[in-house]
């Protein structure tokens, strides 16, 4: 089974987080995830893609296949030049929002992915990357 090495995403709305979210799952699939673990990965990737569309505009979602020394699983990396964020820790706190949300999307992500690192500088963007490994 070949893999394409990475499935670049733009995104500007609404329609393409559904788009990143069923793209994602997709290859997920391929990856050889199934279940709950295939609801989880487009929960996560959703809510990275919405804050693109609700705190930067804009930007794009990467999804790729990761192989590891004996295992394997899914990377999505979610990334914009927009505000970016002042204060991290704070970001990642469950309940703060700057916006209208639920200020959950960051610190839920987290929790629903093995690995998650975000990196932002304020005035030039954001980048968020998460793994999903195949149990
Ligand atoms: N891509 C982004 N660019 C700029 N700020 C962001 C981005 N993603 C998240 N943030 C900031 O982090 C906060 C927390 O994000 P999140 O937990 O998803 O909550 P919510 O989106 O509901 O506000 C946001 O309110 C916003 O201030
Ligand atoms: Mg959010």
Known sequence: MSLK????????SDADIVTA????????????FNGSDLTVISTAISEVA???????RSGEIVLSVANGPGRS???????DHGPGI????????DGYSTG?????????TRRLMDEFEITSKPGAGTTVTMKK???
């Open 21 to 32: 979210r069923q793209q994602g799952r997709e290859l997920a699939q391929q990856a050889g």
């Open 86 to 93: 002042l204060d991290i820790s704070l970001a990642m706190q």
């Open 73 to 79: 699983g899914l990377v999505v990396v979610a990334r």
């Open 5 to 12: 090495a990475e499935i670049h995403i733009p995104i500007n």
């Open 100 to 108: 209208k949300g639920l200020g959950l999307g960051l610190p839920g």
């Open 50 to 56: 919405r804050n693109i569309v609700e705190h930067a």
């Open 133 to 135: 490994w195949r149990r």
